[in-house]
């Protein structure tokens, strides 16, 4: 099945959120079981007069044979099938562009509505490890992003909407499917390795989207990921941090970027809101929880290096002071410049020696490696360049359509 296929549109959000018995379906809106929760899909077959294991079945299905046609289904009675072909389906986001680059990094860009803005992005990144190969996927939350982070290309594009579960969980699956296309069903296996809930949007804003796809992430009959495998990635949204506590069991990351409220401010806004003091407790509260599960032995801090903004030595010891008390792995950032920036990418030689300082401190810190430079691998670039590339072909075609215009009417 060609990506073309799979999907060009997407169920309304209330649709995907709450899904309803099929007799209060309009006939031409099908329910998109794609982004349902186990709970979700077993409610739905419940609803429906059926057992709700079925919807452990229909999950393996979607999930780990990479099936959209219920008629692929064989261990569904065929009157369930016919029932489920009438009134739902499975679509995930349509692609409107890819790229898969030569170190193996794949992009996407879904399209997730109307409107030349509605667009989405999503990264693969793989990766040799001493377990294996990791195939990471860097996971879209919304549709551009609030908080407006002065280095995030995201942030320019402001805020449009949150992805809804489909749209979320769609991320996942088509990176998997883009594996599997030309294996026959009953050979296909997940390929995708780990999950960082860090594409475009503040994931914790569109919290119960988020938190239901994350389940469907770790649930046994969908991906089974392990819960050290499925990473959410915060710019710090406290509150929700220590709602998370209470609802999911997955690893933390906090984008940091500065280690002193002022600086934090400019680069992360929503700091004035819920300064360092509050994250890093609500960091160590996350940790305090379930100090001996081993996704949660320590989080991880990722800070992007911007040319002689927080890269001096004295940041470096700054974040020694600020982190002293927090169980936390750095991940240090080349910053990867898009169009306008204004910021530039630390040296390299600068990098290192923050570095040194961190680990001299006892600390595991790493540099991320710039993977995927030929496909634009920086949060927000590609949509950007495809929504040019789109706008262009459009006033294009309006301008060829106003030249005919005014040789039609010339005669
Ligand atoms: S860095 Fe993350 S939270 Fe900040 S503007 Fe970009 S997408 Fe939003």
Redesign the pocket.
């Known amino acids: 099945m060609s990506t073309e296929v799979v999907a060009t549109s997407v169920v309304s959000d209330a649709q995907q959120q709450s899904p309803s018995a099929p007799t209060q379906q309009k006939s031409v809106e099908k329910v998109n079981l794609l982004g349902m929760s186990r709970p979700q899909m077993e409610k739905f077959f419940e609803d429906m007069g059926e057992k709700k294991f079925r919807a452990g079945q229909v999950m393996k299905w979607i999930h780990q044979f990479f099936v959209t046609d219920f008629a692929e289904m064989t261990n569904i009675s065929g009157k369930l099938r016919e029932k489920l072909e009438k009134i739902c389906e499975i679509k995930a986001p349509e692609v409107v562009h890819k790229n898969y680059s030569k170190d193996g990094t794949r992009k996407w860009v879904f399209r997730v509505g109307d409107g030349e803005g509605s667009l989405v992005e999503t990264v693969l990144i793989p990766a040799e490890h001493r377990s294996g190969l990791r195939r990471t996927l860097c996971i879209s939350s919304?549709v551009?992003?609030?908080?407006?982070?002065s280095?995030?290309?995201?942030?320019?594009q402001g805020f449009q909407r949150d992805l809804n579960q489909a749209e979320i969980i769609g991320q996942l699956w088509m990176a998997n499917y883009s594996y599997m296309e030309d294996v026959p069903v009953l050979e296909r296996e997940r390929s995708v390795t780990n999950v960082v809930m860090?594409?475009?949007?503040?994931p914790l804003l569109n919290y119960d989207a988020v938190l239901n796809s994350m389940r469907t992430m770790l649930d046994d009959f969908a991906y089974g990921m392990s819960k050290r495998r499925v990473t959410l990635?915060?710019?710090g949204v406290v509150p929700k941090i220590d709602q998370m506590v209470k609802d999911i069991d997955v690893a933390l990351a906090i984008?940091l970027?500065a280690p002193n409220d002022e600086l934090r401010n400019e680069l992360?806004p929503?700091n004035k809101k819920y300064p360092l003091e509050q994250l890093i407790a609500a960091c160590q509260r996350y940790i305090a929880k379930d100090g001996n599960e081993s996704s949660r032995k320590h989080v991880t801090i990722e800070y992007v290096m911007l040319d002689g903004v927080n890269d001096h030595p004295e940041h470096a010891q700054q974040m020694i002071k600020l982190l002293k008390n927090l169980p936390s792995k750095i991940n240090l950032i080349p910053f990867n410049p898009f169009p306008h920036a204004p910021y530039g990418r630390s040296s390299r030689n600068r990098i290192i020696s923050f570095q040194k300082t961190l680990s001299d401190a006892g600390f595991v810190c790493t540099i991320r490696q710039t993977r995927g430079d030929d496909i634009d691998a920086a949060?927000?670039q590609l949509v950007g360049q495809v929504a040019d590339r789109t706008r262009r072909a459009e006033q294009w075609k309006k301008k060829v359509a106003a030249k005919n215009e005014i040789l039609r009417s010339q005669g």
Request: hydrophobic content about 25%.
């Open positions: 919304q551009g992003c609030a908080l407006d982070c280095f995030c290309s995201t942030g320019k860090m594409g475009m949007g503040e990635s915060t710019s984008s970027h992360v929503i949060c927000g």
